[in-house]
């Protein structure tokens, strides 16, 4: 038999034949968002081990003393400065304070004779000068109470 080309003594390929497998195709397992995450068992650490754990954590740790110690140096090393910045701070924030408190008081009492049915007006003047006021007196406090000497707390 020749080919179509001409050559002698080939012999011509063969149509390749389907095989057909029957197989069982088995149903794919439904994917979700956690379904391939192994999880591990958890340990089981026994108590009196853990009681050993928790006594070399507190032998670890300084003692009260110490801590309160070093805490005193630290607030006596950072209380002068907040102690000054509050102080040059003072004239500014107490002169605002005042300036909003004693207009507010004269406008509330102003409002309160004039206007006494417009209780949102009334009430918002009196709020507006007393939070002023406490403000101011909140300042003052706090400066004396941080002050790096004994100073006596009087007006």
Request: aromatic share 12%.
């Amino acid at each position: 038999m020749q080919r179509a080309f001409g050559t002698p003594g080939l012999q011509p390929i063969p149509p390749v034949q389907r095989v057909r497998v029957h197989s069982r195709v088995k149903p794919r397992k439904q994917v979700t968002a956690m379904s391939n995450v192994l999880k591990f068992p958890k340990a089981k650490v026994p108590r009196q081990a853990l009681q050993v754990i928790a006594e070399q954590i507190r032998a670890t740790l300084p003692k009260g003393a110490a801590v309160k110690t070093v805490l005193g140096w630290v607030w006596l090393i950072v209380r002068l400065p907040v102690f000054l910045l509050m102080y040059w701070l003072r004239l500014p924030i107490i002169f605002v304070c005042n300036l909003v408190s004693f207009p507010m008081l004269l406008c509330w009492l102003f409002s309160l004779y004039a206007f006494p049915d417009k209780h949102e007006m009334v009430w918002g003047f009196g709020v507006i000068s007393f939070i002023a006021f406490a403000l101011a007196w909140a300042y003052d406090f706090l400066l004396l109470a941080i002050a790096p000497q004994d100073m006596v707390r009087s007006l």
